[in-house]
């Protein structure tokens, strides 16, 4: 409730809130507590009994970072969290746990564009599940294998390709057909090793524009069965 009221901008900042921490927050500027009130109209796209139960005011904690990128202008980014002890939680591992939230949506899209969820292909409620869960197994033995390869070689796991892991498991696929089980087991080390080594560097400050290469054709979208346009095409 009060991630929607913040990310809303109806929350209005307050004084700075005293307690036991506040002696970390004094040395560093950029890590402190503020007292943030509820709003005194109720929003409409939040309900009576939701906005009476939230309380009337909350402690967070504001965690200020540059991010400093060469050719790039600098930008201040602000991390609200209800985790106050600056002690047990440092301000550097929120930061990194910032960044690395960002994962989640590249993993969405690994299993949209990547796997080729985007467009499902059946017709019934009960086969469209069926055809979700197929690619969600196939995406968490990826992973699986992803994992294998990080701790048998010893490397950072997010960094691995996903594209190419699945393109070294199709190519061996075929090669773990009528192995023995001592000759499958070094077989699948060695494509642990192959997918290690498909190891990616963080590249900092990439972009890349969200535009489409290709020309679309200039055809109708299909509205009607395949048949009747046969049999249009037909009669025509």
Not at 194 to 212: H, I, L, N
Request: hydrophobic share 35%; aromatic share 8%.
């Amino acid at each position: 409730m009060w991630l929607r009221l913040l990310h809303q901008g109806r929350v209005v900042k307050g004084k700075k809130k005293k307690n036991k921490n506040q002696k970390k927050s004094r040395k560093n500027p950029h890590d402190r507590l503020i007292l943030w009130t509820k709003p005194k109209r109720k929003p409409k796209d939040i309900s009576q009994e939701d906005f009476d139960s939230t309380p009337d005011d909350l402690v967070v904690r504001e965690v200020h970072a540059y991010i400093c990128i060469p050719g790039f202008r600098t930008e201040e980014i602000t991390v609200v969290t209800t985790l106050l002890d600056a002690i047990e939680y440092p301000a550097h591992d929120i930061l990194k746990l910032y960044d690395k939230r960002w994962e989640a949506e590249i993993n969405l899209r690994h299993i949209k564009t990547t796997l080729g969820m985007d467009i499902l292909t059946c017709k019934t409620p009960e086969m469209v599940r069926k055809e979700i869960y197929t690619y969600l197994l196939a995406y968490n033995l990826l992973r699986t294998i992803m994992y294998q390869a990080g701790t048998t070689f010893d490397t950072e796991q997010t960094r691995l390709s996903l594209q190419a892991t699945r393109q070294h498991l199709k190519n061996f696929t075929s090669e773990f057909i009528h192995k023995t089980k001592v000759r499958g087991q070094k077989l699948y080390r060695i494509m642990l090793q192959t997918v290690a080594d498909s190891y990616e560097k963080k590249r900092v400050g990439r972009v890349e524009p969200r535009v489409k290469k290709r020309r679309p054709k200039a055809y109708p979208l299909m509205q009607e069965p395949r048949q009747i346009l046969r049999a249009k095409m037909k009669a025509a």
